[in-house]
């Protein structure tokens, strides 16, 4: 028998159709090939019918091959964002649990607030607002620094009464008149007010130093440290002074015993809020 490299074409019936085909293919391409050039070049709308029919055959099918190429081009991002979904939720569950929790301790808090409040018989206090009036004068050179308002008696100004402005805590009235009141500013020497720091609630006095700035005096007997821009507020002890009302900042660093600057300036202010006293003290007790 003949070794296969040495058989001819026409041996197999089935290889000779196959060439047979492939003639007639590409001698069909050809033709096909030169009437498309022929008609481009001498009749281009019968081109350009031609060249649209195809696409109007063709389309649906690239439309459809588009489809299932971007389908699988886009497989893994999908299971990526089905991975990336799942870690999302998790990480959301978790913060909602934290949240929870959070939201748990806050209630607890509350209520064993309200519970104690109630065991110790504490009501808040409502500070009620007398007069608003305007700051006729203040002295600004002299060591006693005092201020008057043009407001007295007959408005319902008693001494004792808290002074406020829109920027925090003025001074507190000391004598009335009919129509006019006196009023102690925080800078006085003998102005003496009682407040906390409002980044860690930490007592201290405010006070006056006569020259146009407060000593902030710590009350404890260790080493305190203070630091500049810390913002003291009133603490309500002593009952005279409403609590949280801006009082003073301090200017530089130190311990024990700083300067602050307050932050209602009376040279600044128009108009002033007298206040009635937050405890005011019984009658009884005050004989």
Request: aromatic letters at 6%; zero cysteines.
């Amino acid at each position: 028998m003949a070794p296969v490299r040495d058989r001819r074409t026409g041996f197999s019936r089935r290889r000779q159709y196959g060439v047979f085909l492939g003639y007639v293919f590409a001698v069909a391409g050809v033709v096909v090939g030169a009437a498309l050039l022929l008609a481009s070049t001498f009749n281009p709308p019968l081109f350009a019918g031609l060249r649209m029919s195809a696409a109007t055959l063709t389309t649906p099918v690239s439309s459809g091959l588009a489809v299932g190429v971007r389908a699988v081009a886009g497989a893994p991002q999908a299971i990526g964002d089905v991975f990336s979904v799942y870690a999302r939720n998790r990480t959301m569950a978790d913060q909602l649990r934290q949240q929870h929790l959070l939201l748990t301790r806050a209630r607890t808090l509350r209520y064993e607030n309200a519970r104690l409040r109630a065991l110790l018989a504490i009501r808040e206090r409502a500070v009620q607002p007398v007069v608003t009036a305007r700051l006729v004068s203040s002295t600004a050179a002299s060591g006693r620094r005092f201020a008057l308002l043009n407001a007295g008696r007959f408005s319902g100004v008693a001494p004792g009464m808290p002074v406020r402005g829109p920027a925090g805590l003025v001074g507190r009235v000391v004598e009335t008149g009919p129509n006019a009141a006196r009023i102690l500013l925080l800078v006085d020497p003998e102005s003496i007010v009682p407040v906390r720091r409002t980044r860690d609630g930490a007592p201290a006095i405010a006070a006056g130093r006569g020259d146009g700035s407060i000593d902030i005096r710590s009350v404890y007997t260790t080493n305190v440290r203070f630091k500049a821009g810390d913002l003291f507020v009133t603490s309500g002890t002593g009952g005279l002074y409403p609590p949280d009302v801006p009082v003073a900042r301090v200017v530089r660093d130190g311990s024990d015993t700083v300067q602050a600057r307050p932050l209602s300036v009376p040279d600044t202010l128009d108009f002033a809020l007298v206040e009635r006293p937050y405890m005011p003290v019984p009658a009884e007790a005050g004989r």
